[in-house]
């Protein structure tokens, strides 16, 4: 299966959102509502952000969340802060429930 | 707390086979899937192998399917992936991670693991 499409980078000042998107199939992305999220910062383990589309782990700022449209879901960080600046990627369960499929990433600037 | 560390991580040759540990703590492992999940360097996050919590069958990347296992020791809280045939492409950090519904909750700090003549 090919990766979940990720825009490659995106960018905002301190301050202001940014939304970042994963479009999928009908296959994975569309199918079922088991879209996540991950960080990842330079040398670190990616950290879980967002669940089931929308859900929030404990401890992670309300300032990051989810939503999905079709095929594509999204991943929205309002009131950006430097410490936000990482890469990340999107995650789906496909429809076989078997196989995992990730987007390709996104890095995020913070000017 | 939860830990995950994996071990067995190296630089070998082509052709050969390595053999990666994920140690598990700080939750009931027997009662939770596990995924293997790499990144080649400078590159994402790629799906290898997922083993559910009886450990019966594994699921694999097409990529590495015939050449890898995963595999699970409940008693022992160990997750393994058996690596055979390696390629230059399977360089990678390996790390495995916990199954908590459909999302991986928690993960390793990797292994890097090399192939190179």
């Known amino acids: 299966q090919s990766a979940l499409t990720q825009p490659r980078s995106v960018s905002g000042s301190p301050g202001q959102s940014v939304t970042i998107s994963c479009t999928g199939t009908?296959?994975?992305?569309?199918?079922?509502?088991?879209v996540s999220w991950y960080q990842q910062h330079p040398g670190e383990a990616p950290k879980l952000m967002i669940f089931d589309v929308n859900k929030r782990p404990s401890g992670v700022p309300d300032r990051f969340s989810g939503s999905k449209s079709g095929n594509t879901a999204s991943l929205t960080i309002s009131g950006l802060q430097a410490e936000d600046e990482a890469d990340y990627y999107c995650c789906s369960y496909t429809d076989t429930y078997t196989d995992v499929i990730f987007g390709g990433g996104t890095h995020l600037t913070v000017l | 707390q939860v830990q995950l560390v994996e071990s067995g991580g190296g630089v070998v040759q082509p052709g050969t086979s390595l053999r990666l540990s994920c140690a598990a703590s700080g939750f009931s492992f027997s009662s939770h899937g596990m995924n293997w999940v790499r990144q080649a360097p400078g590159k994402g996050l790629e799906w290898v192998a997922l083993?559910?919590?009886?450990?019966?069958?594994?699921e694999y990347a097409d990529s590495v399917k015939g050449r890898f296992t995963i595999s699970r020791d409940n008693s022992k809280n160990t997750l393994y992936l058996q690596m055979n045939s390696l390629r230059a492409e399977d360089t990678a950090v390996y790390y495995c991670?916990?199954?908590?519904?459909?999302?991986?909750?928690?993960w390793g700090q990797g292994t890097p693991v090399i192939v190179s003549s």
């Open positions: 009908s296959s994975d992305v569309g199918a079922y509502n088991y």
């Open positions: 083993i559910w919590y009886h450990g019966n069958k594994g």
């Open positions: 991670s916990r199954i908590n519904g459909y999302r991986d909750d928690y």
